[in-house]
């Protein structure tokens, strides 16, 4: 039985507060660094795809929520970090966010120079896993219903991950992706810590940012300005997410509106203070 939860990763842009590269997915997501913090949200809305909702047990149907938790915290002696995914989050029987969990918590207790390297690391470590399971059947199809940015392959999930690595600031981004439906690879980029990405709809962040050019939208869109204060951060993820899921972006982007939505949640990470929620979800831990 095929059931994919969660839907495809958003939509990618990623900007120095000037446009670097776009692409394609689902959540809405948006993280900003600046010299004090980051600031990284999402929205709760956790759904079934439609491809693969005829053949959901109930149990795959129960799991669909307006209060899911997206973003996670993960600190240790020389790590303070939030995570967020973007993506499809359950394959058949193969659970994406148990298992990076599992490797958070294996990797723990080994030392790594830096950020990349720690999560290139936990990257590999489930990519061997997500191949093993989709080679003994637990994972029955890869999904292919959107491209990664450069068009060459399908996406399966963005991790998106920000914080303070041996005191370091660090933003790093990683992709999950098939080509021929058999073998998964990722990659592991690493971005100057006063970036800003949004992922979601790109209709949506086209209309907002870097210029407005659909003036129905500037309710929602926070202009960054140097230097960025965590409140500014806070206003100009929520905006966007609150954007990807209103009335006009079903008028624009229908595929995704349907999929975005429920409770936003909001966090930032210090180095004086660490991981703290802003907007916490409704149910933490779910």
Same mark, same amino acid.
């Given at each position: 039985?095929?059931?994919?939860?969660?839907?495809?990763?958003?939509?990618?842009?990623?900007?120095?507060?000037?446009?670097?590269?776009?692409?394609?997915?689902?959540?809405?997501?948006?993280?900003?660094?600046?010299?004090?913090?980051?600031?990284?949200?999402?929205?709760?809305?956790?759904?079934?795809?439609?491809?693969?909702?005829?053949?959901?047990?109930?149990?795959?149907?129960?799991?669909?929520?307006?209060?899911?938790?997206?973003?996670?915290?993960?600190?240790?002696?020389?790590?303070?970090?939030?995570?967020?995914?973007?993506?499809?989050?359950?394959?058949?029987?193969?659970?994406?966010?148990?298992?990076?969990?599992?490797?958070?918590?294996?990797?723990?207790?080994?030392?790594?120079?830096?950020?990349?390297?720690?999560?290139?690391?936990?990257?590999?470590?489930?990519?061997?896993?997500?191949?093993?399971?989709?080679?003994?059947?637990?994972?029955?199809?890869?999904?292919?219903?959107?491209?990664?940015?450069?068009?060459?392959?399908?996406?399966?999930?963005?991790?998106?991950?920000?914080?303070?690595?041996?005191?370091?600031?660090?933003?790093?981004?990683?992709?999950?992706?098939?080509?021929?439906?058999?073998?998964?690879?990722?990659?592991?980029?690493?971005?100057?810590?006063?970036?800003?990405?949004?992922?979601?709809? #790109? /209709? &949506?962040?086209?209309?907002?940012?870097?210029?407005?050019?659909?003036?129905?939208?500037? @309710?929602?869109?926070?202009? *960054? !300005? #140097? /230097? &960025?204060?965590?409140?500014?951060?806070?206003?100009?993820?929520?905006?966007?997410?609150? @954007?990807?899921?209103?009335? *006009? !972006?079903?008028?624009?982007?229908?595929?995704?509106?349907?999929?975005?939505?429920?409770?936003?949640?909001? @966090?930032?990470?210090?180095?004086?203070?660490?991981?703290?929620?802003?907007?916490?979800?409704?149910?933490?831990?779910?």
């Amino acid at each position: 039985m095929r059931v994919n939860l969660g839907g495809p990763p958003g939509v990618l842009w990623i900007s120095p507060r000037s446009p670097l590269f776009e692409g394609a997915g689902m959540t809405a997501i948006g993280l900003v660094g600046s010299p004090i913090g980051f600031v990284m949200g999402a929205d709760g809305r956790m759904r079934i795809t439609d491809e693969s909702r005829g053949g959901a047990d109930q149990a795959s149907l129960d799991s669909e929520t307006d209060a899911a938790q997206k973003i996670f915290e993960i600190r240790d002696q020389d790590k303070t970090l939030a995570y967020a995914v973007s993506g499809f989050v359950k394959l058949d029987g193969f659970h994406l966010l148990d298992e990076i969990q599992k490797k958070i918590e294996w990797l723990s207790r080994r030392e790594f120079d830096t950020c990349k390297k720690y999560l290139s690391a936990l990257c590999s470590r489930l990519n061997d896993d997500i191949n093993e399971a989709r080679k003994n059947k637990t994972i029955e199809t890869l999904p292919a219903l959107y491209r990664t940015e450069s068009g060459t392959a399908w996406k399966i999930l963005d991790l998106f991950t920000v914080g303070y690595f041996r005191g370091a600031p660090s933003l790093i981004v990683s992709q999950f992706y098939h080509s021929d439906g058999v073998q998964v690879d990722f990659d592991v980029n690493s971005y100057p810590s006063n970036y800003a990405i949004l992922s979601g709809s #790109e /209709p &949506v962040r086209a209309a907002m940012y870097p210029n407005l050019t659909d003036a129905r939208f500037s @309710a929602y869109r926070k202009q *960054l !300005a #140097e /230097p &960025v204060s965590l409140q500014d951060a806070a206003e100009y993820v929520s905006g966007y997410i609150a @954007a990807c899921s209103s009335d *006009l !972006a079903r008028e624009i982007d229908y595929a995704k509106w349907k999929i975005t939505g429920g409770d936003t949640h909001i @966090a930032q990470v210090t180095p004086s203070k660490g991981f703290e929620w802003l907007v916490p979800p409704k149910k933490l831990g779910t």
